[in-house]
C-alpha cells in the first residue's frame, strides 16, 4: 500500500508568508539600523561638536565687539585691532626720567569690570542659541539665523555630509542639533609674557572662556567643555625689560 504525500504540508498560506515577510523586514532594518548607528553616530556628532565650537566663537566675537545681532549675521572676522589697542588701557605703567618704562602693573579693577561685561554679552548670546532664538547657518549670505520664535533647534546638519564627499553634502534630511547649557559661562583675564627677541618682551592679556553644554542629537547626547584662548589687548618692550607686577600687587 503506498502512501500519498499530501501538498498542503508544502504549501505556505498567505498570513504565513506575510508574518515571514514581517520577519524578514524586521530584521533586516534592525540590521540597517546597528550599522547606521554603529558607523554614522560618531560622525555626526563629531560634527555637532563642529557646530558647538562655531556657536561659542560667534558668542565670543559678539561678546568682545560692541555690535548688534544684526551685524553678526553676515560677518565672522571683525577688525581685533581697535579691541587691542582701546584695552591698552589696562596697562598701568611707571616711566624713569629717560621716559622708559620701568614698571608695569594692572588696573584690576578696570579689567573686573571688562570682564564681568563681555561674561555677561557672550553668556546672553548663547543662551539665545540654547532656545533657538538663534540657529547657525552655513551659508554664503549668514553665519547665524535669528529667529522670530524661539524653534528649539541650534543647529541643524544634512544627513548627507557623513559621506564627506561634495555631491551629497547637502543631500538628505537635516539632522537637528540642540545645544543645552550646563552652567554659567566663565572668563578669566591672565597675563602672558613672551620673549620675542634679544632684550625685547610681549606682554598679553588673554581672556581664557570656558563653556560646559550638553550636545543633543536624536538618540545622541554628550557633554562637552570648550575653552577658547583670546588675546584682549598687548604691547611690546625693547631694551631692558621692565618690571612685572600682577594683580595681587606680587612681583
Known sequence: MRLKRSKKSLRLRPFGVFMMALVL???ATWLG??????KMKPVLMEMAQNEAEQAVMYAINYGLHDIKLEKLKKAIDFNRDDIMEENKRFFLKTY???????????DTAAIRAYQYEKTKRIQSFL???ENGKISIEHGKERIIRINKKPIGVSASIPLGQVTETALFGSLGPNIPVHFELMSDVKTNVTPKIKETGINSVQIQLIIHVWVHVR???PFSTKPSILEQDIPITEDFYRGETPKYMNGNGGR
Not at 33 to 38: H, N, R, S
Not at 96 to 106: A, L, P, S
Open 25 to 27: 523586514f524586521v530584521v
Open 33 to 38: 539600523l546597528t550599522f547606521i548607528d554603529q
Open 96 to 106: 624713569d626720567k629717560e621716559g622708559r618704562v620701568t614698571d608695569i602693573n594692572f
Open 127 to 129: 543662551q539665545l542659541v
Open 215 to 217: 550636545i543633543v542629537m
